[in-house]
């Protein structure tokens, strides 16, 4: 009869010890790219065991996906992506995997940026401008949004404005409580507390450019990445290569940046810490400016570096195009 009750014993043991296994099992969640993958870490926390296809410092735009990124893929919860046609790749990685779980789209709910054919005057035309006339001109095609390049029907970058960034963070956790109900108490508190840093982010990013007249908040950076920022907070951006790091920079579009920087004395030249900076360092050469820096668009640093995070990155970015727009006053 003692052995019985042993055995009983052992085995309720057993079954307690297999079933808090299980329930401390976290879900397995694949980001597509490092911005998601920090956004999920810090909303899912213990939680949650992240894997981010695209990491630090790697450029989604050229990303090609490998056997092992399918093996991953198969095997997880959750997959969370930023959607506006951002991972070309998906599909095909989606399609070699096998994967049929939830794909999550962070950028649901954003109303997409359109890209607009960029305008370029040639020589002739440009000698035909002069004084106010032409200051105006120019200042009528920059509300316009003339100079962005058009490289398909919408940009994808839209974390670039922390607006976007608190749709992201509420979608991611909004999926995280669908695919694990038994902790969305703990979801909806990270939630809370990450929308709310972001707020406090903008509050204090909106100070910051508002030391900057208006006119003088003008920036070149590698790509066209950073167009949601230029909209939400009256920056105007210009790049010279498209909205993907694959596109090709034209002969006459180089030329033409090179004569606006001189001619609008703008301060703000940055490389990004995804692309070639040699198209850049040209740029900034025959123009006769320096390179500010560089700064984070599609992808966090490493863990030791200073944009190891959405918020850190935000924070980085913005001090570095603040402090070079000043200098330029």
Same mark, same amino acid.
């Given at each position: ?5 042993? #055995? ?9 010890? /297999?079933?808090?296994? !299980? ?23 213990? /939680? ?24 991953? +893929?198969?095997?997880?919860? +959750? ?6 046609? =951002?991972?070309? %790749? !998906? ?71 922390? &607006? ?39 509050? %204090?990013?909106?100070? $910051? ?16 990445? =950073? ?19 694959? &596109? ?11 004569? $606006? ?12 810490? #995804?692309?070639?900076?040699?198209? #850049? ?8 400016? $320096?390179?500010?820096?560089? +700064? ?14 959405? +918020?850190?990155? =935000? ?7 603040? &402090? ?6």
């Amino acid at each position: 009869m003692k052995s019985i009750r042993q #055995i009983a014993f052992f085995l309720c043991v057993f079954l307690w010890m /297999t079933g808090t296994s !299980l329930a401390a099992t976290p879900l397995k969640v694949v980001a597509s790219f490092s911005i998601l993958g920090d956004m999920v870490t810090q909303l899912g926390g213990d /939680t949650v065991e992240v894997v981010t296809l695209v990491g630090p410092d790697e450029d989604a735009h050229v990303f090609e996906p490998s056997p092992s990124d399918a093996k991953i +893929l198969k095997s997880a919860d +959750l997959v969370v992506v930023n959607g506006l046609g =951002f991972e070309g %790749w !998906l599909d095909r990685l989606v399609n070699a995997s096998g994967f049929s779980g939830q794909i999550v789209v962070a950028s649901e709910g954003v109303t997409p940026r359109a890209m607009v054919m960029e305008v370029h005057k040639d020589a002739h035309e440009e000698e035909h401008h002069h004084g106010d006339e032409h200051a105006q001109h120019e200042d009528q095609e920059h509300k316009a949004g003339h100079h962005h390049h058009h490289h398909g029907d919408v940009d994808p970058h839209a974390w670039q404005s922390l &607006s976007n960034g608190m749709l992201y963070a509420q979608n991611i956790s909004k999926a995280l409580v669908a695919a694990d109900p038994a902790h969305a108490a703990a979801y909806h508190r990270a939630e809370s507390v990450y929308v709310g840093k972001i707020k406090t982010l903008e509050s %204090w990013l909106k100070e $910051q450019f508002a030391t900057v007249p208006k006119a003088n908040r003008r920036m070149i950076t590698s790509h066209d990445a =950073f167009g949601y920022l230029g909209d939400a907070y009256g920056v105007q951006m210009f790049s010279p290569v498209g909205v993907t790091t694959a &596109s090709e920079a034209s002969a006459g579009g180089v030329k033409e940046l090179i004569r $606006q920087i001189k001619r609008e004395k703008i301060s703000a030249v940055f490389v990004e810490n #995804i692309s070639d900076r040699r198209l #850049i360092d040209q740029i900034a050469r025959e123009a006769q400016v $320096q390179v500010e820096g560089e +700064l984070y668009s599609d992808a966090l640093s490493k863990a030791d570096g200073p944009a190891a995070s959405y +918020l850190t990155m =935000f924070r980085f970015n913005v001090e570095k195009i603040v &402090s070079a727009m000043r200098r330029g006053l």
